[in-house]
C-alpha cells in the first residue's frame, strides 16, 4: 500500500442482514411516493441502538437538502412502524450519498467541467486498457473531452471504463 501499512491478504464483507430486503424494497416504495430515490441502505446491527442509514436523491437526479431528508426521515419512520419489520429499537439516519469520486451521469459531467478526472478506456490500437489524466471538458454524444497540457483529447464514449475526480498531481 502506498502509506507502507502491509496489504491485507483477503477483506472481510459482512453477509446482508435478512431484512434488508424487505427494508430497502420498504424504503424504495416509501421514497417513489415522496419523489424520492433510495440510493443506498445498510443496517447495522452491531450498533446499540441498531441503526438503519438511507442514502437518499431527488427522483429527477436533483440534489437532496437537510429538509428533504427530515421529511422522508418522517415518511419512512411511520413505513417501518406500520410494516412491523424492526422489532428493536433503531436510530433511522437519511441523508445525501454526496460526492462519489466516479463520474456516471450527465449532471455529474456538468457539474465537474474543468476538475482533474483519470479516465480508464479501452486502447482499440493495443487492444488492452489505457488510462489518461487531465481536466474534464466535456462530454458530448460521441467523445469524453480532456485539456491534457493544453490539448483537447477526445476519447470515443463506447471506449470509456470509468472516468474518476482525482487529485491533481503536483508539477
Do not use: W
Amino acid at each position: 500500500m502506498p502509506d507502507g501499512s502491509p496489504v491485507p491478504l483477503f477483506t472481510i464483507q459482512a453477509l446482508p442482514h435478512p431484512l434488508h430486503p424487505d427494508l430497502q424494497t420498504l424504503a424504495s416504495q416509501a421514497a417513489e411516493g415522496a419523489g424520492f430515490q433510495v440510493c443506498g441502505l445498510e443496517l447495522l446491527t452491531h450498533r446499540i441502538p441498531m441503526t438503519l442509514l438511507v442514502q437518499l436523491r431527488l427522483a429527477d437526479g436533483g440534489d437532496v437538502s437537510l429538509d428533504n431528508c427530515a421529511s422522508f426521515s418522517g415518511v419512512l419512520g411511520d413505513a417501518i412502524e406500520n410494516s412491523g419489520l424492526l422489532q428493536d429499537p433503531y436510530v433511522l439516519e437519511v441523508s445525501s450519498p454526496g460526492v462519489s469520486e466516479q463520474l456516471s451521469d450527465d449532471r455529474d459531467f456538468r457539474s465537474f467541467r474543468g476538475f482533474p478526472v483519470s479516465i480508464r478506456y479501452r486502447d482499440t490500437k493495443s487492444g488492452g486498457d489505457n488510462e489518461r489524466e487531465g481536466l474534464l471538458l466535456e462530454r458530448d454524444e460521441e467523445n469524453v473531452l480532456l485539456n491534457v497540457r493544453g490539448r483537447t483529447v477526445r476519447i470515443p464514449r463506447p471506449d470509456v471504463i470509468s472516468v474518476k475526480l482525482v487529485t491533481p498531481k503536483e508539477a
